[in-house]
């Protein structure tokens, strides 16, 4: 401590502390949230490869609501940063800097594998429509019933 900075008072220590580890706690959080996600974007590019169409519709829900989450507590952390640059402006701890770099190398891989999924979906959307195409040349679907040109009924016989 320096002479010229006034003392910290216990209930200022204490407030520094509560807000080092809550940030520190939605950090780590943010961190699995993160490890989570890329895991189902790997699982999701496994689904997009083999073409499972109910799989990916239950990965995409996934995914939307681990986003949600991952957005929900970015916004706590945010104002939470704030408060804790405020209160240790010298950044006394050394993990939280660390934290945050793995958070954002964790948001760029996830940025690149949801690149990664999107170019490979599109693809997989282009071979369908490809394949819908080739099946509407098909003569064999578009053939017309034999019963089709016998024209409408005008008496019908119910004697028996």
Do not use: W
Request: glycine fraction near 4%; charge should be neutral; aromatic fraction near 4%.
């Amino acid at each position: 401590m320096k002479k010229d900075e006034p003392a910290i008072s216990p209930e200022e220590i204490t407030r520094r502390v509560a807000v080092l580890k809550r940030f520190r706690e939605l950090l780590l959080e943010q961190r699995n949230r993160f490890r989570h996600y890329l895991e189902v974007l790997d699982k999701q590019r496994e689904v997009i490869e083999q073409g499972n169409a109910g799989e990916l519709i239950s990965h995409v829900e996934l995914e939307e609501r681990i986003l949600g989450d991952i957005f929900s507590i970015q916004k706590v952390i945010d104002p939470l940063e704030s408060m804790y640059q405020a209160a240790c402006p010298q950044g006394d701890a050394r993990e939280v800097p660390e934290l945050r770099s793995v958070v954002e190398e964790l948001k760029t891989e996830a940025a690149v594998r949801m690149e990664r999924n999107k170019k490979l979906l599109s693809a997989r959307m282009i071979q369908i429509r490809s394949e819908l195409k080739s099946l509407q040349g098909n003569p064999f679907i578009r053939r017309t019933s034999i019963y089709a040109d016998s024209g409408v009924p005008s008496i019908l016989d119910i004697s028996g």
